[in-house]
């Protein structure tokens, strides 16, 4: 999709209990992946959130603060 497109999104977030967010945003970067494993194409895509709930939105920081934890406990792991 070219840059602003507007997108509904649902995303589906893992955990105890796995959650949906529903949000617009656009597009407002894209950039084609270096081929894999597969030969599909695959792309990065950034998105801005136009419209989001304040629960969504700390469901999806609260996620995203998550991941950024468990790389840097790995990261410490392998450090030492």
Known sequence: YPCG???????A??????????????IVRTKELPAAVT???QYST??????????????LVRHILDEQRKVLMQSSRNYH
């Open 46 to 59: 950034s998105i801005s959130f136009r419209m989001i709930a304040m629960s969504d939105r700390q469901k």
């Open 13 to 26: 977030l893992p955990g105890e209990p796995p959650a949906d967010i529903h949000t617009v945003g656009t």
């Open 39 to 41: 030969s599909e194409k």
């Open 5 to 11: 497109t507007l997108l509904h999104l649902k995303i």
